[in-house]
C-alpha cells in the first residue's frame, strides 16, 4: 500500500521576500506568489490569494474587512513581514478566527540604526553634503561651511520607549544624549536605564532638543504631531519619524522647516508612500530615506524566518511570541 505524501497547506505569498525565506516558503508551502513584487490592490489580493491558508504580507498591503471576508473561511493565518500591523483590521481577522502573526524584537536594532542615521544626517546637514560635493560645486574646506548641531548634551526626545526605543536610547546615550522619553505607562527602571519620564507629551516636547518618533504605528496616534505640538519644540529643533508617516501633519511639519524655526528633519517613512508631500523634496533640511528601517539583510531573513515558526507554531497547536493577541 502507498501512503499519499502530506498536503502543503497553500499559502499566497503578496511580496518578494528575501532568496533564503523564499526557499524555505517553497519547502514548506504549496506556494503562489506575486512575482513581479508589485503592490497589490484589495482587490487583487481577494482575488489571487482564494483558497489559501496562510497570506504573507507586508506593510505595503491594506488588509481591511473586504479583504478578510473574500478569503474566509479558508484564511487560517496572516503573517506579516513588519512590526507595525496597522494596515491589517485586526478586529474583523479575530472575528473570522484568523490568527495574525508579526515581526517584533528581530529588528529593533536595524531600525535603531536607521533612526542614528537619519538623527545624524538631520542635525550634520547629509543632505546638502552630499549634494555639494556631487555638484562639483564644493570650493573647499571653510571655517563657516555647513556648520551643524552638535550632540553632546542635547536632549533626546523618544515618543514611544519600546523595544526600538530603546535600543534606539542606548545607541544616542554613545552620542552624549540626554535621554528623555513619553509613553503611555513609565517603565520600569531598569529598562528605563536612566532616562527622564514625561507623563504628558507637550511637557517632553517643550524641552526637546531633537523629538525622535519611533512609537508603533495606530489609527489612535494619527496627526498626533500637528502644528500645535511642533510649535510647543524649542527653535531649532529636529524631528526624526521613523514610526509611521501619518503621525505627522505633513503640512505642519514642512511649514516649521520652511520658517527655519526647525533646524531640520530626518524621515524614513511618510504618508500615503510612495506618493510623499511634494513639500518635503523642496527643503535641503530633510534628509529623507524610503522606509529602510528593517532593511538589512540579517534582518529580513530574521524576519521572515520568525514568521514560518510562527506558522509552524500555530499548527501544533501553540502560541507563538509573535502572534498579536
Ligand atoms: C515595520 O516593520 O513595521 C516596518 O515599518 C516595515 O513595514
Known sequence: MSSQPPTLPRAFLCRRFTAPVEAALHERFALTMNEDDSILSAGQIAGLAAGCEVLFVTA??????????????????????????DHIDRAAAGEAGISVLHTPDVL?????????????NAC??????????????????APTQLLGMGLVGRKLGIFGMGRI????AVRARAFGLEIHYHNRQRLAPA??????????????????????????????????????RLALLPVGAVVVNISRGDLVIDDALIDALHSG???????????????????YRALDN??????????????????GWLLIRGV????????PANLLR
Open 124 to 141: 550634520r546637514r547629509g543632505h546638502e553634503a552630499d549634494r555639494l560635493v556631487r555638484s562639483g560645486a564644493w570650493a573647499g574646506w
Open 312 to 319: 509552524e507554531a500555530l499548527a501544533r497547536g501553540e502560541e
Open 261 to 279: 524655526r526647525l533646524r531640520g528633519a530626518g524621515l524614513d517613512v511618510f504618508a500615503n508612500e510612495p506618493r510623499i508631500h511634494p513639500g
Open 191 to 228: 529598562l528605563e536605564d536612566g532616562a527622564v519620564y514625561h507623563e504628558a507629551l507637550d511637557d517632553m516636547l517643550s524641552s526637546a532638543d531633537i523629538l525622535m518618533i519611533a512609537a508603533p504605528g495606530s489609527p489612535s496616534l494619527r496627526g498626533t504631531f500637528d502644528a500645535r
Open 60 to 85: 505595503t498591503e491594506s488588509i481591511d474587512a473586504t479583504v478578510i471576508a473574500a478569503l474566509s473561511p479558508s484564511l487560517r493565518i496572516i503573517a506579516t513581514l513588519s512590526v507595525g500591523y
Open 165 to 168: 526605543g530603546r535600543a534606539i
Open 286 to 303: 530633510v534628509f529623507l530615506s524610503p522606509h529602510l528601517g528593517s532593511a538589512t539583510h540579517e534582518t529580513r531573513d530574521a524576519m
Open 108 to 120: 529593533s536594532d536595524a531600525c535603531a540604526e536607521i533612526a542614528l542615521m537619519l538623527l545624524l
